[in-house]
C-alpha cells in the first residue's frame, strides 16, 4: 500500500519563527489533507490540496503531485501553532503520516 | 451546519470486555469511517460505512464491527478487549466514497482498556 512519511518528526521553534513540514508519498494520489491535532486530540482540517498551493492567513500548503511531495508552511509561528501536524492521502481510506509534533515557545 | 460527534469521550474497560462507540455525521453526509490511533502513532483506518453498508476494511480483526444506520450516523464495536486496544478512537464523515473530497473528524473516543 501507499506509504507516507513526515519530516521532521520533532521541530521546537521560538514564538515568531516561519516552519516547513514536509510530506512525501509512495504513489500518485487524488487526495491529499493536512491536519492539525490539538492537544485534546482532534484533528482540525487545515488544507484538501491534491495538487497547487492554497493559503489560510499565515498557513499557506503547497503539493507536487508529479513528485510526490506536500509542504505546509507555518509563517509568524504562534504558541498556539503548538500541536501534531499530519498528513493523510487517499480517497476512500486516508493513511496518515507518523506527524510533525510541533513546539513553539514563547 | 452540525458537525461530527462521538461518545463517550473516555471510556475505561477491563480486558475481555466488549465496548460500543457511537458516532453522528456531519449533517448531509453518507458516509462514515472509523481510525484507531494508538499513542505516538498516525491514525489508522479501521473501516468505513456507506449507505448502511460496509465499504472497505483495514488490517483489523473481525471482532472490530460497526454499524451505520439509516439517518447515517455509525457504531464501532470491539469484543474481547485487549490491552493493545487502548487507543483513540476517531470518526469521520465525508459527503460520499464516489468522489474524492475532504474527510472530517469528530473529537474521538479515548478507551483505556485495563
Known amino acids: 500500500g501507499i506509504q507516507v512519511e513526515q519530516s521532521p518528526p520533532d521541530l521546537i521553534l521560538q514564538e515568531g519563527a516561519n516552519s516547513t513540514l514536509r510530506c512525501n508519498f509512495s504513489?500518485?494520489?487524488?487526495?491529499l489533507q493536512w491536519f492539525h491535532q490539538n492537544p485534546w486530540g482532534q484533528l482540525i482540517n487545515l488544507f484538501y490540496i491534491p495538487s497547487g498551493t492554497k493559503q489560510n492567513g499565515r498557513l499557506s500548503a503547497t503539493t507536487v503531485a508529479t513528485e510526490r511531495y506536500s509542504l505546509l508552511y507555518i509563517s509568524s509561528s504562534q504558541t498556539t501553532d503548538s500541536g501534531v501536524y499530519f498528513c493523510a492521502v487517499g480517497a476512500q481510506k486516508l493513511v496518515f503520516g507518523q506527524g510533525t509534533r510541533l513546539t513553539i515557545n514563547p | 451546519e452540525t458537525g461530527v460527534t462521538q461518545s463517550p469521550t473516555h471510556l475505561i474497560k477491563t480486558r475481555g470486555q466488549q465496548v460500543t462507540l457511537r458516532c453522528s455525521s456531519q449533517?448531509?453526509?453518507?458516509?462514515v469511517s472509523w481510525y484507531q490511533q494508538a499513542l505516538g502513532q498516525g491514525p489508522q483506518f479501521i473501516f468505513q460505512y456507506y449507505r448502511e453498508e460496509e465499504n472497505g476494511r483495514g488490517n483489523f480483526p473481525p471482532r472490530f464491527s460497526g454499524l451505520q444506520f439509516p439517518n447515517y450516523s455509525s457504531e464501532l464495536n470491539v469484543n474481547a478487549l485487549e490491552l493493545d486496544d487502548s487507543a483513540l478512537y476517531l470518526c469521520?464523515?465525508?459527503?460520499?466514497?464516489?468522489?474524492?473530497?475532504?474527510?472530517?473528524f469528530g473529537p474521538g473516543t479515548r478507551l483505556t482498556v485495563l
Open positions: 449533517s448531509g453526509h453518507n458516509t
Open positions: 469521520a464523515s465525508m459527503l460520499s466514497p464516489l468522489r474524492t473530497d475532504t474527510q472530517y
Open positions: 504513489d500518485s494520489v487524488n487526495n
